[in-house]
């Protein structure tokens, strides 16, 4: 599928509603776990945590994890509550909650999204600090902009909005 194809599709799902996800940051020897998702975002993919929306009756603690097991065939332990994030880029209208999580086990493999019938997902990847930040902003997700290094990531706390 074309990515301006998967944008046209992302905004006739998710558009025009306010969304609430959940997502996980999962660190792991020194590394980030993180999700390519092509056709999302400002450019032609975003490098993103892994996560995704929470269904009406659903825990935060169980999406997350269902999402992650989806997303990445990894079981995981949720662990604190990190920072919200705020994204609102009409058609799209996000709110993200952000927490630590923890592998329990599984293998890493590159999943798949069941709520839609196309795909974004391109690749699953531990990448360390380097590889991140030397992405242009455009192809991470926003929150990336509040740090510029793990040790900044790791201290994020409060509620933060997309610039």
């Not at 944008?7 to 509603?17: L, P, S, T, V």
């Not at 776990?33 to 009756?57: E, F, N, T």
């Not at 169980?62 to 990190?82: H, N, Y």
């Not at 590159?110 to 531990?126: C, L, R, Y």
Request: contains cysteine; negative net charge.
């Amino acid at each position: 599928m074309e990515i301006d194809n998967i944008q046209e599709q992302i905004a006739i799902h998710y558009g025009h509603r306010l969304r609430l996800r959940v997502c996980g940051l999962c660190f792991y020897q020194n590394k980030l776990l993180l999700i390519k998702h092509l056709g999302i975002g400002k450019g032609d993919y975003l490098w993103i945590p892994p996560g995704g929306g929470v269904q009406y009756g659903e825990s935060s603690e169980v999406a997350l994890k269902r999402e992650f097991l989806e997303e990445t065939g990894l079981s995981i332990e949720v662990l604190d509550f990190k920072f919200g994030f705020e994204i609102i880029r009409s058609p799209l209208h996000a709110v993200e909650l952000f927490f630590d999580v923890r592998i329990l086990e599984g293998e890493l493999e590159k999943g798949k999204d069941p709520e839609t019938v196309f795909q974004t997902i391109s690749e699953v990847a531990f990448l360390d600090e380097t590889a991140i930040f030397q992405e242009l902003p455009l192809h991470l997700h926003s929150f990336f902009a509040k740090a510029r290094s793990f040790a900044e990531l790791r201290n994020l706390r409060g509620w933060y909005r997309e610039v």
